[in-house]
Structure formats: structure tokens, C-alpha cells
């Protein structure tokens, strides 16, 4: 190549064409070359191309319900993740654990109900208790590991930090088996039922071992619906997941962007320096954000206890890593990058794989690729904006 | 590239590398740690200590090359446990066979060679059913010479992992409930099972599914097959689907998890396109609970479950709640005899509960060839030490005839098959496994016999 047809190259770089832009990027071009692969094998399987097509409309409709569920969950624990990344520009990968503990305090406050009658007789208030009490819980944890694991290295490098938060998630881990012992345990069997005038429209799906309908279950009922010619089978639980994470997310939102706490947390992670010099309690505004993570984390391990019925000292360890994952695709440090990615990340999970005619074991190499790509694409992640290099 | 991009780089190669070696169960060769039986260190004031450097300077010199485990006199000989004690799903089969060595080694606490007497004692470690716990405690067995034979390990994928370890200081492994098909076919010198192989675990399942109802069997022709990726599985699958489909019933769908993961309803979807009547599952507790919980969410709740010796376990039944009702699940069993309802008997006694899975049976068996094999074959040397050759143990074991065990009259094939028990089939009725079929194989054809109620 001389030298002048590079300045012609350059020239014409002016109002550069995606397409110029991946030839000069051999990166960029082989990941476009496999997403285009994937894109056509997944195409082969929707179209009807010989008789009926491999890949059904009503089994991605199905696995699409599915996929929001766990996404939405991801989505809660990635608020976690971004939301301490926003703040201290570090990755908190204890989360995954503070997650697990939320799951299992709730697991204690559920089975107490159980025992009490407390659950049958009130499920609502039962699950309102579970609830709380994993929420508060899992900020309580949050709250410690900030003030055992990283407050002390506040200034410490950057990777300092990353080290011990790796420490102290498989201490959470570890200090969770010697109390609890390492067996699973089993949510109890929930039925919180409403809307009991909707009995004849149910008909014999509404009926429970004793012939009587109360009305629909919202947390163990299965219901076998048709949907605008699709055949689904609807768990009223996968909404009640999906409804209360994007309630809690919107919570959040508008307490980072209303009130005047949040306006002190915006404050800090645009520049923690000038903060405190405007009065901001910098140390408060820290603690805040580790509660807020917390809290949500919690609230995503008693969903995902309910929605999947088992806790062990050892659940966090993946959800964590899937949400961290979640919470850089979306753009690390964005609020609803974390909530998309998180969504996007559970629906890719569970319907790529058969989408693309591939084995389910592969569906965490399909979520880690796409992380991959997405970085070459757009190093910030979806929602992320560049930072200046000052921040970052 | 900004300074914040590159730390996203490097936090998500750490993470990739956490990913996978918390997923990946692939056997992996270390340099193994050779015991040694060169005195280690000066001899200092207790007279125990400076016997037994004595001892081993003096094995030095007269077997160079033959390895052995010395064990001075008045000391203990330490037989090592490698089985899975805790981890989720994993621990009540880890502790099964811990209480069933404990049990033989109370009914014979010591050996007796040569006049003298020695105390026999138990050396636990958690192998947490993974290569990487078998390898590890195989290496720290391999390292102590005190250690004469081990029972375990207790998971396929750890057996194959520690076998080339045990093999290179020439010990001798027997395994109560290693059960994968080609741990007996690759050379391994130290292994042994007093457990029946999955080549024949899984031809009873298939054809316990594939027969029709007046011959002992389900009468199912569809199944759809999960592994969970471990060679345990992975091979079990591989013998069931071979044989099913030789039958003539037909693999409608075959897959395999990742162990960690808890969400498989995208899976299960898919499986339930291909509308099979049976799933069938090879792997342990956990994941199969959530398999049984979860089909109903796809639309499978009447496709019937099965698992093998992996699940039969109560933890099984408490995790999967009412989707376990109605589930099969195959395992080696012991034939009825007096003796093995007295070990039974002993068994609730001693810790208070029904055996928690099915292999106590086989570590007692395997604990009792292992104290047999040592008192046959040790010798005193001139102080009084035990030795024990491990070249001649081995031998010893690889050629059992005639062992009247509690899982049967167990006899050496020589590549490390001992067991040749029946293979019974369980079903989950009011809260427990009940036992409803015996498959057994009878002038070379399998025989299906129903349990009378």
C-alpha cells in the first residue's frame, strides 16, 4: 500500500461507511462475518423452508416468557453492579453472594411463616415479610462487605479492590456453608390466589387436589392458554417476577434522579473530589449506594427462590457472574443499560440455543460470546457513554 | 482503547476463567507427588519416630523399586476415604459411604498380621465429586505413606482423575459407587469397584423403559435423554440410548446441562416439542430436582422421570417435592440375606436415620476386601513394623474369588470389576424409594422381575 493511497483512504474516512469502517478493523470483520453465520442458522430454523419449520412461533413465545423472568432477575442484580461501578469506578464482585444471602434469609423467614400457619392463612403478608426480610437482609451483608472488604482500600490501585471483592465473595460463600451446611433446601409450596370470579373461565385447570377452585394461584399456578393462536402455558409467576423487578427498577430510578440522596450519588460518581468539596458526605453516599444494591439484590434472590424453589450457599456464584455480564452489555455504570442488558442477556440465553439448533449446555457460551462481541462493537456497552479518560 | 475499556477486559477474562473452571470437569494430568520411603529429616528424641525412619531406611535398601506403607509398631494403619462430603446434592451418597466404612471398621477395628495387632483407622477427605477434589485428595493420599488402600473415590469424574495419581505410587483404590463404564476399560492399575459398571446399570434401565407392561417394564418407545457432563452421565446416557434404540425405541431428544445452572425450562421447552413419554436423566440430586420441578413448567408434567443410582437418594425426593412422586431411578443392589438386614439393623442404630443413598452396602464391602487384602499380605519387619507391599495388595484385590459380600458373592475380573449384583429399580411412592423391579441378567438374557408388593 503506498503512502498516497492511504491519505486517499483516509480521505474518503470522512463520512466513513460502517462497511469501510469494518475492511480496516480484521476484529470487527470477523465477528460481523459470525454474527452474520448465526443470523442465517437461526433464519434456516424459523422459515418453513421444508414442510414445518425446526423453530415454532409458540415455543419462542413460550421460551421468550421464560427468558424475561431470568432476565429480570439478572437485571436486579445487575442494578447492583452498576450501580457501585457508577460510584467507585470498581467492580463488586461479591454481589453474586449478597444475592445468595437475600435467597436464603428469605428462605428462614418463608419456612418460619410455614410453620406458624402464617403462609396459608395470609400468603400475601407471609411473602411481604419474605420479602422484606431478604431485602434487608442481603443490605445488611452489602453493608459489611463495603465496610470489612473495601472501605479500608478506598485509595488502594484499582485492581486492589477487585481482589478483595473476589476474596470476599467466596469468604460470604464459605462462611454461609459452615452455617447452614452445604445440603439444598427447598422453598415451601406457596398459593396466593386471586381473582376467584375468574373460576369458570379457568374450568378444570383452576381446580386444586380437593375439586375447589379459590381462583387463579399467582406463585404456583400453570395455566394452559391460548394467545392470539398460540398455544402458551401461562405461569402467573413469571409476570409477578417480571412486574415487581420492573416496579423496584423504576424505584430506583426515580430515587437516583428525584430525590435529593440521589442527586448527592449522581454527584459523587461524576467527580468524587468536587462532591465533598460541595458538602457532599461522601462516605454516606457510599453506603447508600451499597444499601440500594443490596436491597434490590435481595429482593432478585427471593424472586429467584420462589420462581426456582432452591437455595444453596453456592446459587449466587452463577447469577452473579450472568448479571455482571448483563450489567457491562447494557453499559456499565447506566442504570437502564443494566435493566436491558439483564433482560436481554435471559431472553438470549433461552431462546438462542434453540433458535440456533444448538445444545442448552452451550447457552452460557452463547451469553459469554455475546459479551465478547458487544465489546468490539462498542467497548462502553449498549447504553454506556464515553467516558473521559479522567474517569475511566 | 480508554483505561475503563481495559479494565472491562481484564475483569471479563477473570471472569471467563472463574466461569470456567468452575464448569470445566475435565480430567487434567498433574505431576504427581511419588510417596517417599527415604527418611525424611534427622531422627528425633521419640522413639516412634526414629523406628520408623529406621524402618523405611532399611526398605530402602532392600526394595528399591517395589513401593510399600510402613507402619511402625503401635501405630495406626490408615485406610483413606475419598468420597464427596459435602456440596450441594453430593453429600448425603459421600456420607452413606463414609457411615458404611465406619461400620466395618466397628465390627474390625484392627488387623492382625503376623501375631501382632494394629489399629485400623479412617482418613476422610472430601473429594467433592469433581476432578478437582479427586485429584487433590488423591495427591495427599499419595503423599502420606501411613495410607495402605483407599475406598473411594466416590464420582466417576474424580475416579478418572485421581486414578493416573494412585496408579503412579502404585496403591489401590477400591470404589463403592464409581460406576462409569470406562474407568475399567483404560488401563488404570489402582482401580477397582465393588459397584456393577454402567454398561450394565444402563441396559436394565433401557430395557426396564422399553418393555411393555406384562414383562416388567414402562412400555415406553420415546425418550428424551439429559446428562449433566459429567463422564458419569455422559457414559450412562451413551449405554441406555445404545441399547434403547437397538430395542426399537427411539431417542427423541438428547441433551446435556451445565451443573451450576439452575433455569432449564428453555431446555425442557425444546424437549417437549419432540413429545416424549419418559425423561431420562443421569446425573446427581440437584439438577435432577429442578429437571422433575421444572418439566411441568414446559408442558411435561406427564412424561414419566427417571434417573439412576446418581438420585436415588431422600434429598432427591425433599428437593423435587411433589414432581418426584411417580419418579424411577435404577441402582446396584444387595441381594437379601441375613446379613445384610443385620447390617441394616446396625445401620439405623448407629446414626438414627434409613441409609441416605444407596452405597453403604458397597463401602463395607469394599473396606472389608481392603483389611482382608492387608492381612494377607503384610508382612512384620525385624522391629515389628508393619509393611505392606502395595504391589502385593494389589494383587491381592485384583484377584478376589469368592467374596461373600453384603452386595453379593464379588469376584475379580482383572481389570477392576469386582461386583456382579442385580441391578434393582426404585419408584418414589408416599415420600420414600420403594424398590419395584429387579433386573438381573440369566443365562445371558436380561430378566425383569417384579417386586410383589
Redo the contacts between chains.
Keep these: 500500500m503506498t503512502p498516497i493511497q492511504t491519505q486517499e483512504m483516509r480521505a474518503r474516512r470522512q463520512p466513513a461507511s460502517a462497511l469501510s469502517r469494518l475492511i480496516r478493523n480484521p476484529v470487527q470483520l470477523i465477528s460481523a462475518i459470525i454474527l452474520l453465520g448465526l443470523f442465517l442458522v437461526a433464519l434456516r430454523n424459523v422459515l418453513p423452508l421444508n414442510g414445518a419449520a425446526e423453530y415454532?412461533p409458540d415455543?419462542f413465545a413460550?421460551?421468550l416468557i421464560?427468558?424475561l423472568a431470568?432476565g429480570s432477575i439478572y437485571a436486579l442484580i445487575a442494578l447492583g453492579y452498576t450501580l457501585v461501578y457508577g460510584i467507585l469506578?470498581m467492580?463488586n464482585f461479591a454481589h453474586g453472594e449478597i444475592f445468595m444471602a437475600g435467597a436464603y434469609m428469605g428462605f428462614f423467614a418463608i419456612t418460619a411463616a410455614q410453620e406458624t400457619g402464617l403462609l396459608a392463612s395470609d400468603p400475601v403478608l407471609a411473602l411481604f415479610i419474605t420479602l422484606l426480610i431478604g431485602m434487608l437482609s442481603s443490605a445488611v451483608v452489602a453493608v459489611l462487605v463495603e465496610r470489612i472488604a473495601y472501605r479500608p482500600l478506598r485509595n488502594a490501585p484499582?485492581?486492589v479492590p477487585?481482589i478483595t471483592a473476589?476474596g470476599a465473595s467466596i469468604a460470604l460463600q464459605q462462611i454461609f456453608?459452615r452455617l447452614f451446611g452445604?445440603?439444598?433446601r427447598?422453598y415451601p409450596?406457596v398459593g396466593w390466589f386471586v381473582l376467584p370470579n375468574a373460576c369458570p373461565a379457568l374450568g378444570t385447570q383452576g381446580l386444586d387436589d380437593t375439586g375447589l377452585c379459590r381462583g387463579i394461584d399467582l406463585i404456583g399456578g400453570?395455566y394452559?392458554v391460548t394467545v392470539i393462536g398460540l398455544e402458551l402455558?401461562i405461569?402467573p409467576i413469571h409476570f409477578l417476577v417480571f412486574a415487581l423487578s420492573l416496579a423496584l427498577m423504576i424505584a430506583l430510578w426515580l430515587y437516583v434522579h428525584r430525590t435529593k440522596s440521589g442527586k448527592a450519588m449522581r454527584a459523587v460518581a461524576e467527580d468524587r473530589n468536587t462532591a465533598a468539596l460541595m458538602g457532599v458526605n461522601v462516605d454516606r453516599v457510599i453506603v447508600t449506594t451499597f444499601i440500594l444494591g443490596g436491597l434490590l439484590a435481595g429482593a432478585g434472590g427471593v424472586l429467584?427462590a420462589l420462581y426456582?424453589?432452591?437455595v444453596?450457599p453456592?446459587?449466587g456464584?452463577?447469577?452473579g457472574?450472568k448479571a455482571?455480564?448483563a450489567a457491562?452489555l447494557g453499559g456499565?455504570g447506566n442504570i437502564p443499560g443494566a435493566m436491558f442488558g439483564g433482560l436481554f442477556l435471559g431472553v438470549v440465553?433461552?431462546?438462542a440455543?434453540?433458535m440456533l439448533g444448538l445444545?442448552?449446555?452451550l447457552?452460557?457460551v452463547i451469553a459469554?460470546g455475546l459479551?465478547?462481541m458487544v465489546?468490539i462493537f462498542r467497548?462502553?456497552g449498549i447504553f454506556g457513554e464515553?467516558?473521559s479518560?479522567k474517569?475511566? | 482503547m480508554t483505561r475503563q475499556a481495559r479494565l472491562l477486559w481484564v475483569a471479563a477474562v477473570i471472569i471467563f476463567a472463574a466461569a470456567f473452571s468452575a464448569c470445566g470437569q475435565q480430567p487434567q494430568i498433574v505431576p504427581t507427588i511419588r510417596p517417599t520411603i527415604t527418611p525424611t529429616g534427622i531422627p528425633t528424641a521419640t522413639p516412634e519416630a526414629s523406628a520408623e525412619a529406621t524402618a523405611s531406611a532399611r526398605l530402602v535398601g532392600r526394595t528399591l523399586l517395589r513401593q510399600a506403607s510402613v507402619v511402625s509398631q503401635g501405630g495406626e494403619v490408615v485406610i483413606g476415604l475419598s468420597a464427596a462430603l459435602s456440596g450441594e446434592g453430593f453429600a448425603p451418597l459421600g456420607i452413606d459411604i463414609q457411615r458404611g466404612a465406619q461400620l466395618a471398621l466397628a465390627a474390625r477395628p484392627t488387623v492382625r498380621v503376623g501375631g501382632a495387632e494394629f489399629v485400623v483407622s479412617l482418613d476422610s477427605q472430601d473429594d467433592q465429586c469433581s476432578a478437582d477434589g479427586g485429584q487433590a485428595v488423591a495427591t495427599r493420599f499419595a503423599a502420606d505413606e501411613r495410607v495402605v488402600g483407599i475406598v473411594g473415590p466416590m464420582c466417576s469424574s474424580a475416579c478418572r482423575a485421581a486414578a493416573p495419581i494412585f496408579d503412579a505410587s502404585d496403591y489401590t483404590t477400591i470404589s463403592p459407587s464409581c460406576t462409569a463404564a470406562d474407568l475399567s476399560m483404560s488401563g488404570f492399575t489402582s482401580f477397582n469397584r465393588a459397584v456393577v459398571s454402567d454398561a450394565f446399570q444402563g441396559v436394565i434401565a433401557a430395557e426396564f423403559i422399553f418393555r411393555p407392561a406384562d414383562q416388567g417394564g414402562l412400555g415406553v418407545t420415546r425418550v428424551a435423554t439429559i446428562h449433566d457432563g459429567s463422564p458419569y452421565g455422559d457414559g450412562l446416557v451413551r449405554v441406555m440410548s445404545e441399547r434403547f434404540t437397538a430395542l426399537g425405541g427411539q431417542i427423541v431428544a438428547s441433551d446435556a446441562i451445565t451443573v451450576g445452572d439452575t433455569d432449564f425450562r428453555g431446555l425442557l421447552e425444546d424437549i417437549a416439542q419432540e413429545e416424549p413419554e419418559l425423561i431420562y436423566f443421569a446425573g446427581f440430586p440437584a439438577d435432577a430436582a429442578r429437571i422433575a420441578d421444572q418439566r411441568g413448567d414446559a408442558g411435561l408434567e406427564d412424561a414419566l422421570f427417571m434417573g439412576a443410582d446418581g438420585i436415588r437418594t431422600q434429598e432427591f425426593i425433599d428437593l423435587a417435592g411433589d414432581s418426584a412422586v411417580g419418579a424411577y431411578a435404577s441402582t446396584s443392589i444387595a441381594a437379601d440375606s441375613n446379613a445384610l438386614s443385620a447390617f441394616l439393623s446396625l445401620y439405623l442404630g448407629a446414626y438414627g436415620e434409613e441409609p441416605p443413598a444407596p452405597f453403604h452396602a458397597n463401602a463395607y464391602d469394599a473396606t472389608n476386601i481392603l483389611l482382608d487384602a492387608i492381612e494377607a499380605t503384610a508382612s512384620l519387619d525385624l522391629d515389628g513394623s508393619l509393611v505392606v507391599d502395595r504391589d502385593a495388595l494389589r494383587m491381592y484385590v485384583r484377584n478376589v474369588t469368592d467374596y461373600p459380600g453384603l452386595t453379593g458373592v464379588l469376584n475379580a475380573n482383572g481389570s477392576g470389576e469386582l461386583s456382579v449384583a442385580d441391578i434393582g429399580i426404585s419408584q418414589v411412592r408416599d415420600n420414600a424409594f420403594v424398590e419395584i423391579a429387579i433386573g438381573s441378567v440369566v443365562d445371558g438374557s436380561v430378566v425383569l422381575l417384579l417386586n410383589e408388593e
Excluded: C, H, W
Design positions: 415454532q415455543q413460550r421460551q421464560f427468558g431470568q469506578s467492580i484499582r485492581l477487585l473476589i456453608l452445604a445440603s439444598t427447598r409450596d400453570r394452559d402455558r405461569l429467584y426456582n424453589q432452591q444453596s453456592f446459587i456464584f452463577l447469577p457472574i455482571f455480564t457491562v456499565i440465553e433461552t431462546v440455543p434453540s445444545s442448552s449446555q447457552k452460557d459469554f459479551l465478547v465489546l467497548p462502553q464515553v467516558l479518560s474517569r475511566g
